[in-house]
T-cell receptor
Framework: GDSVTQMEGPVTLSEEAFLTINCTYTATGYPSLFWYVQYPGEGLQLLLKATKADDKGSNKGFEATYRKETTSFHLEKGSVQVSDSAVYFCALSVNTGGFKTIFGAGTRLFVKA | NAGVTQTPKFQVLKTGQSMTLQCAQDMNHNSMYWYRQDPGMGLRLIYYSASEGTTDKGEVPNGYNVSRLNKREFSLRLESAAPSQTSVYFC????????????FGPGTRLLVL
């Protein structure tokens, strides 16, 4: 079945460090891919998305490239800030007679000043 | 615009009690969703409504019922709460389609004793 696998957290980084959060997926058909972010005490909000192979989604300094050959959508940021501390969810959406979104387990990021 | 609103924010129930979680959106979206979020398991879909007048089961529907009252409102009912239903519940809405963004409410934290 369709699934999303993310690297386990928590991930702890110092401010200005480089961030990578790995995400791989399994899907029938041709999914759209998303990263959502959840700040403490809030609901999820879209960070970025990509809808076809080799598309790069970007927002707030975060980037992810849709890699069909490796079924991956890794999240990267060149220099993290304390305010980036949150839980990050990778997700895919497929059309299986209705549109279904599947979320990964989430990766918690702590950024230290 | 308020986006997606949920009530209550927090609730404590005893085993066997019933309650209804309310959700409303003001973005004129066709589709609405109920998820539960448990540590290490990401978000799991309970029920969804692709459009007004329709509802369908998601991944974990047992013990829950839903009502799509109108285009704006989508409620989730626990008829006889169990400790296994202790979780954080999120409502979301979106337009129909594969590459659409889901917009989430702030969540309801439910504790069943």
């Amino acid at each position: 079945g369709d699934s999303v696998t993310q690297m386990e957290g928590p991930v702890t980084l110092s401010e200005e460090a480089f961030l990578t959060i790995n995400c791989t997926y399994t899907a029938t058909g041709y999914p759209s891919l998303f990263w959502y972010v959840q700040y403490p005490g809030e609901g999820l909000q879209l960070l970025l998305k990509a809808t076809k192979a080799d598309d790069k989604g970007s927002n707030k300094g975060f980037e992810a490239t849709y890699r069909k050959e490796t079924t991956s959508f890794h999240l990267e940021k060149g220099s993290v800030q304390v305010s980036d501390s949150a839980v990050y969810f990778c997700a895919l959406s497929v059309n299986t007679g209705g549109f279904k979104t599947i979320f990964g387990a989430g990766t918690r990021l702590f950024v230290k000043a | 615009n308020a986006g997606v609103t949920q009530t209550p924010k927090f609730q404590v129930l005893k085993t066997g009690q019933s309650m209804t979680l309310q959700c409303a959106q003001d973005m004129n979206h066709n589709s609405m969703y109920w998820y539960r979020q448990d540590p290490g398991m990401g978000l799991r879909l309970i029920y969804y409504s692709a459009s007004e007048g329709t509802t369908d089961k998601g991944e974990v529907p047992n013990g829950y019922n839903v009502s799509r009252l109108n285009k704006r409102e989508f409620s989730l009912r626990l008829e006889s709460a169990a400790p296994s239903q202790t979780s954080v519940y999120f409502c979301a809405s979106s337009e129909r389609g594969q590459a659409v963004t889901q917009y989430f409410g702030p969540g309801t934290r439910l504790l069943v004793l």
